[in-house]
């Protein structure tokens, strides 16, 4: 029987996708777009098959369910077909630009459609030739706002009078008060005020209300936390204190300068050691006698029992330091809050002062100890003291002051852990009360040196009515950090060379001009002749000793051993004007100490300071390979 051919399913199906093609449809004004009919070639597969030419087989297969295995391989064939469709394309007249049939229109229109010879059909909500002029759709009547209509570029919006609200693009429904202040007093800290629809907190008198609107700030403390954009710092509490750098001038505290505090977060800073003192002693004590320390109100307390309590109420420490030029927009406040109690600290005269840095150190919320008499009292009704030390200098004369807002200091001892806060205590004193004073730390093992005990309130419950004295300025104790007449330590050279280092446009020299010219540590001369022509160093003769050769007794001089010149002789950097630069070297390194010659060497290095010492001590007897 002769092989017959025949399309299969898969075939047809083939055929049928290619032949369905979309078209892109053009569009714009009427008239714009005509349609005509294309043709294309399709091409599509079909199956080619030839069947076996036994009848008789095949139908015991077909009848039985059987395949028979010997099939002829399956083949595709291409075939071709042409096919007509509707096409589309812009009229006689029109342009087409992307898939857009537009006329010619001169001037552009803005916001539409040319539509013909520069005619434009302008959107909604635009008028206009050339479409660029809005439609004030409130000045005319057109939106159908309930309350109020704003008009926007090309539309409008609709607002609600306050105490309704907006429940489509147009209607206006009154919205139902609720009172905030009536949970958790609106979470202000003092009064909350409900309105309709919203609320707001105020404060007693003699508070300011935060910039977060909730909190309320003493108007006797210096500006701390958010409102002066500081946030609270963190460390490991109850361990250890706080390193903090100071600024360039240090802080001169009567004899001694330091460079660096340490704060600690039961109410003392030290400038000598950054352990936690675990319990409050006196500063008036031996202990103290050679350890630096400013106490504003050292007690035994722990920070961490608040931290479940809401963000207003929690333990919360903040430091910061403000220098004159520092480009912060609070800091002339500071500094001029600074140099007002430095003015009128009681004992000393110093009408002129003009602090160039100041810190303010602010311990807020700060709760009693509980581990030895237990807390019966919710943490939420713990007693807490809030209150700052605040330390300036110009370089030469130093001042601390002790902030104590008024009834900020609610227990002296752990034993008021029992008594909740708002009602009275019955405790008067205790082994573990709270201290303050200060203790310059420059006394010796069995004498005293320069200490501020505060004696007939350390160690009582007169603690907590600190905020109540001295008698010219409540709250505000202050102190003079050096005798009325002391000579300075060393402080005409330390402000004027840490001035000098203020003035320093740069951190690093590494990028200047003439940098990479230093001479490299250990680059000495080899020979007498290199080092006599080379002014950076220094030849020293020793005097001629009798010395028998050749059988006769002779004297000579001889070379003894060369060091490298110190200063600009030295061959160190110059940058701009030498003589700035030695007058710098002279209060820096001459007249202050290897604190600030560290910076200036810094800033006018002698060598190239990554490659280690300059080269000193160097023996003239080297051979020429520079051995």
């Not at 250890?240 to 039961?266: A, M, Q, S, W």
């Not at 200091?409 to 909740?420: G, I, L, M, N």
């Not at 040196?449 to 419950?461: E, I, L, W």
């Not at 490659?611 to 023996?619: E, I, L, P, Q, V």
Request: aromatic share 10%; with cysteine; hydrophobic share 30%.
């Amino acid at each position: 029987m002769a092989g017959v051919r025949h399309w299969t399913v898969l075939g047809l199906f083939l055929w049928c996708c290619s032949a369905v093609m979309s078209q892109t449809t053009l569009r714009g004004p009427e008239g714009s777009v005509c349609t005509f009919v294309n043709s294309r070639q399709v091409s599509y597969q079909v199956e080619l098959r030839r069947k076996r030419t036994t009848d008789f087989v095949d139908y015991i297969e077909s009848y039985l369910g059987l395949q028979h295995e010997n099939r002829v391989p399956r083949s595709l064939v291409t075939r071709y077909q042409t096919e007509y469709f509707t096409d589309y394309e812009c009229c006689v007249g029109w342009n087409r630009i992307a898939d857009i049939c537009r006329a010619d229109c001169h001037n552009p229109c803005v916001n539409g459609l040319c539509v013909n010879t520069n005619v434009c059909e302008c959107d909604e909500g635009w008028e206009g030739g050339q479409c660029d002029r809005d439609v004030d759709e409130c000045w005319f009547g057109i939106a159908e706002c309930d309350h109020t209509c704003i008009n926007t570029d090309g539309s409008f919006i609709c607002s609600c009078d306050p105490g309704f609200h907006l429940i489509s693009e147009t209607r206006c429904e009154e919205e139902v008060d609720v009172d905030e202040c009536a949970t958790g007093n609106g979470d202000c800290e003092q009064n909350c005020v409900n309105t309709y629809l919203s609320y707001h907190c105020t404060c007693n008198d003699g508070y300011t209300l935060g910039t977060d609107g909730h909190s309320c700030n003493e108007d006797d403390m210096y500006p701390y936390g958010e409102e002066v954009g500081e946030e609270a710092k963190t460390w490991e509490f109850l361990k250890t204190c706080k390193k903090v750098e100071l600024p360039l001038e240090g802080f001169r505290f009567f004899t001694r300068r330091h460079h660096k505090i340490y704060i600690c977060d039961n109410g003392v800073v030290q400038f000598d050691s950054n352990i936690r003192p675990a319990t409050p002693l006196k500063l008036d004590k031996s202990a103290w006698f050679k350890k630096a320390a400013l106490a504003p109100y050292l007690s035994k307390s722990d920070p961490t029992l608040l931290n479940g309590e809401p963000e207003r109420l929690k333990t919360k420490f903040y430091y910061k330091s403000y220098e004159r030029g520092d480009g912060n927009e609070h800091t002339d406040a500071i500094l001029e809050q600074a140099s007002a109690d430095g003015r009128s600290t009681p004992g000393y005269h110093s009408p002129a002062y003009e602090p160039v840095w100041a810190m303010v150190i602010t311990w807020a919320n700060v709760p009693p100890d509980c581990s030895v008499s237990g807390c019966p009292v919710e943490s939420a009704r713990l007693r807490r003291n809030t209150f700052q030390l605040a330390i300036s200098t110009d370089g030469t004369h130093s001042f601390a002051t002790f902030v104590y807002p008024q009834r900020k200091q609610e227990w002296f001892t752990p034993d008021e852990a029992t008594t909740p806060r708002g009602t009275r205590s019955n405790v008067t004193t205790s082994d573990n009360a709270a201290v303050a004073g200060y203790s310059a730390g420059d006394g010796t093992s069995w004498a005293p040196g320069n200490v501020k005990g505060m004696s007939s309130f350390s160690g009582t419950k007169a603690m907590t009515t600190l905020f109540r004295r001295p008698p010219n300025r409540a709250g505000y104790w202050k102190f003079a950090l050096q005798e009325q007449a002391a000579t300075p330590a060393p402080a005409e050279d330390v402000v004027s060379c840490s001035a000098w280092i203020r003035q320093q446009e740069f951190d690093t020299p590494t990028t200047l001009p003439g940098y990479h010219e230093l001479p490299r540590p250990g680059s000495c001369p080899c020979n007498l002749e290199q080092a006599y022509h080379d002014r950076r160093y220094r030849i020293c003769i020793i005097p001629a000793r009798p010395e028998t050769y050749s059988s006769k007794i002779g004297a000579r001089d001889r070379i003894g051993k060369g060091i490298l010149k110190s200063g600009h002789a030295g061959g160190h950097l110059v940058v701009n004007n030498q003589n700035e630069d030695r007058e710098a070297y002279q209060h820096c390194c001459v007249g202050s100490s290897s604190y600030y010659c560290d910076r200036f060497k810094q800033l006018r290095p002698f060598s190239v300071p990554t490659a280690g010492s300059g080269c000193t001590n160097y023996y003239i007897g080297c051979d020429f390979e520079g051995k």
